[in-house]
């Protein structure tokens, strides 16, 4: 029989659509509302699943909803490491170049070498280069708003998606307005944007100032909560699809001990896999301890230095 693996995901977002728990509905939502043409800034905090649920809403604006909407592309850039133009430069042109999507990937390099040659020199040199003083700041400026430029060429029906967008209010020079005028006035109708931010007040500030190039210029939407109901349901799935059908009961232990946070319960739910023995199940303690044949870790968390620590899990 094939060695049964460790179902459960907890250190990266989840790109397998099987393992994406409870988002199909508000994905549709949202991806018809960038097909409406209304640019989306969507809210949750840490570990709460933004990334992974620009996944599953790039499945969905694949899909074609009819007269008006199309199938979409989606360009995803991560901006959780940048704080300055050269960086943003950097990231916009990783996620053009490594576009999984091969007609996209090509027209991309392409894009870029087309623009390589009317500036002079490698992006990549601007790329690996963020402290060189070989370009000015406007320089810098003017090279970002050109790749975006040639970003939003790359299809009819895009949608643009800034994972970890509040990165931008470290960043001088002006992002804003470079996005602004690049994907957002005209020559860019056929561009929707999805800005996704885990601090919430950073990015309404951000879109909400009317200092700031971007006011007011998109819908604010909160990721949901994954249902507890669904949790349960996709846990069990899962313990059982891997021989260790858990107890309902440990199952709701587990989830009261995380309160259904989407990555603790995964880390949890690992935690309690890779310590159940193959061919056992887990159940909880309690006054029926006594069925247990062995005690083990437990599936209680107690907070620990703001973080959530395994301390008991039991199984028969
Ligand atoms: N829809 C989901 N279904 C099941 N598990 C999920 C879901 N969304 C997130 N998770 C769990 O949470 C973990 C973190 O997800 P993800 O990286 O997408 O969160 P994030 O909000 O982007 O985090 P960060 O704030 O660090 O960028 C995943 O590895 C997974 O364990
Ligand atoms: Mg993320």
Redesign the pocket.
Known sequence: MATALNPF??????DDPS?????EAFANQVALTLKGQTNVALF?P????????TNQLTLELAKDHGAGAPPFDVVKVNLQRVVSIPGFIGCVYDAMTSHPTKGLRRAAQRQLGALEKEIGFDIKVIKGSVKSSALSPAQDGETLHSQLVALRSLSEHLVVVFD?FQRLRHCPGDPLAIIRSALMSSGSNHVSLLFTG?IRNAVKMMLENSHEPIFGEAAEMQLPA?SRADFLEYLDFQFQSTGKGADEAALNHLLNATRAH??ST?QLAWECWANTPAGRRPVTGGPEGGRCSRIAHGLIWAPRRGQLHFTLPLFA
């Not at 995901?9 to 989840?14: E, F, H, K, N, S």
């Not at 393992?19 to 988002?23: A, V």
């Not at 840490?46 to 649920?53: A, I, L, Q, S, V």
């Open positions: 995901i907890w250190d990266r977002p989840l393992k994406i728990i409870g988002m949750g840490r570990d709460t699943g933004k990334t992974t649920f970890e885990s994954i989407p990555r995964q």
